[in-house]
């Protein structure tokens, strides 16, 4: 199944916003309903594909097969952009200028990989990887100087092999994360990896982006999960890892790892797995403020026990609810303070113990206990957040969210300067908005920042973000933050992230890029700045 074209997931999950919702945009945030419905899809123009029949022939002698060539125009345009605000408020639009892949190729093999890679390098077309199409950053977005086809892998979505004694597992890459959990429990294991995307996101899009999942606490980041991958490049394949851990140089995994398709395409990869959890538990917990809530949050991070789910949402989202989107306009919500969600998961002993020890943790740094209800509301509604996205878009509203990470010394700071630029900038344009914020992976050292934004749309809604977007990530940088926790690079965040690096690690990572990549096909504009 496809996700919705101009929109997030399944469409039969969508759900207008509640009369109350409605209301409260339009008194609070001057939201008013769209002039304009969205474009349906057998009314879009989309124009003819591009492909030249010589590339067209080689391709699919390449995959065996005609329909592994695809041209019609109801692949391309689901293959068109990822499921940004920006993404979405075009397609609705029906604007699917420069982002348009000329083809949808579909490999299953490595070596199908590879040759597809060599001829669209010999016939100067652009490749765009394409997992589970959920990029926010502008991932899918390249900008490349002439044709360009978009890569799906869904066909490679095998586990490859699976062992239970050093409890690893092989999997491909477009092994939506769904069906990758189902095989590994199947063995009795699961990689404990769950973000907001978790429905329709790929192996391969968790290890090219980095990606962080919602018991990160527990489990680690995906990153951390790692332990080999193989890389498809023009130039050949690139091998990585053969222990869990070596001095052998440096560690070329992490290499590609956030690579994002500009230095080639992941096509199989070795993870750590954990045995399935006997007992999950999640319960809520409130504070009298935020700083009150972090600095619990950092005690358990630090000194433990370290639950496996940890996060805690600032005073105004406790007060909408966004940590439990489908109960917002209900009525159920009255919570002040700040809510915060602990999570056990393992054996039945591991888990009591950990969760005696950490609630006398909370309750030493002024936590109330809520019970488990606050937590069975966030396990149950944790992947409904962008269908509520897209009833806000639908209503008239504007709706984004963006990350960083920083240190706890600087959390404070860097919470503060990115609240306040983007409120002074939306404020500015006539569209006061509700900026809502909630920390949601903890480490020793720091945590992240995810921050959601609700306003008026304005009257070019995209030019109207991409200026708060601007004053966001500037105020990024200037308080020490990381430009992407876990959403990503893309062409979003890519001149930022080259001021991150620095001059020098821009020219080493552009010098990699030519030796991988010489004919610049990969991905172009994304990451590094296309030539």
């Not at 609070?28 to 124009?47: F, I, M, N, Q, Y």
Request: hydrophobic share 40%; with cysteine.
């Amino acid at each position: 199944m496809d996700m919705l074209w101009s929109g997030w997931g399944d469409p039969e999950r969508a759900a207008p916003l509640p009369d109350a919702v409605t209301g409260l945009l339009r008194d609070l945030l001057g939201v008013k309903p769209r002039e304009t419905a969205t474009v349906a899809l057998e009314d879009l123009t989309v124009p003819a594909s591009p492909l030249a029949p010589e590339a067209h022939r080689a391709l699919t002698a390449a995959l065996g097969d005609e329909v592994h060539v695809r041209t019609d125009a109801g692949t391309r345009v689901r293959h068109t952009r990822g499921k940004s605000t920006p993404d979405l408020l075009r397609m609705r639009g029906g604007d699917l200028a420069a982002a348009l892949p000329a083809a949808v190729l579909l490999p299953a093999t490595h070596d199908e990989v590879r040759a597809v890679l060599r001829l669209c390098a010999e016939h100067g077309l652009a490749v765009v990887p394409f997992g589970g199409g959920t990029s926010v950053v502008g991932g899918l977005a390249p900008q490349a100087r002439g044709t360009f086809v978009a890569l799906d892998l869904r066909r490679m979505n095998r586990l490859l092999d699976l062992d239970p004694v050093s409890r690893t597992a092989t999997l491909q890459p477009g092994l939506r994360a769904p069906q990758a959990e189902a095989l590994l429990a199947g063995h009795g294991f699961t990689l404990g990896h769950f973000p907001q995307s978790y429905e329709w996101a790929t192996i391969g899009g968790f290890a090219a982006t980095r990606s962080s999942g919602q018991a990160s606490a527990g489990y680690g980041r995906f990153d951390e999960m790692v332990l080999s991958l193989t890389l498809a490049t023009p130039e050949g394949t690139l091998d990585t890892g053969r222990a869990p851990r070596s001095a052998a140089g440096p560690d070329l995994r992490q290499l590609v790892l956030g690579s994002e398709g500009a230095f080639g395409v992941i096509t199989s990869v070795t993870v750590r797995v954990r045995p399935v959890p006997r007992t999950r538990v999640y319960e809520g917990w409130s504070f009298p403020t935020f700083d009150a809530g972090t600095a619990a949050l950092r005690r358990l991070a630090q000194d433990g026990p370290r639950p496996t789910v940890l996060r805690l949402s600032d005073e105004t989202e406790t007060l909408v609810g966004l940590a439990h989107p489908e109960a917002i306009g209900s009525g159920e919500l009255k919570a002040d303070g700040c809510t915060a969600v602990a999570g056990y998961e393992g054996t039945e002993e591991d888990t009591a113990y950990r969760r005696e020890r950490a609630s006398a943790v909370l309750r030493e740094c002024g936590g109330t206990p809520l019970g488990e209800e606050p937590g069975r509301r966030w396990a149950h509604g944790r992947y409904a957040a962008p269908y509520l996205r897209d009833a806000l878009l639908d209503a008239g509203a504007f709706a984004e969210t963006l990350e960083t990470a920083t240190f706890w010394s600087g959390l404070p700071g860097l919470y503060t300067a990115v609240r306040d630029a983007l409120t002074a900038t939306l404020t500015d344009a006539g569209t006061p908005p509700l900026v809502m914020c909630h920390i949601s992976h903890v480490y020793e050292n720091g945590a992240s920042l995810y921050f959601t934004v609700v306003s008026a749309q304005g009257e070019d809604p995209v030019a109207h973000w991409t200026r708060a977007k601007h004053a966001a990530n500037e105020a990024i940088l200037a308080a020490g933050g990381t430009i992407s926790h876990h959403h990503g690079v893309g062409t979003d965040h890519r001149d930022w992230y080259l001021r991150e690096v620095g001059p020098l690690g821009a020219e080493a990572l552009r010098a990699v890029k030519s030796r991988l990549d010489p004919g610049g096909v990969l991905n172009p504009g994304v990451l590094l700045p296309s030539d």
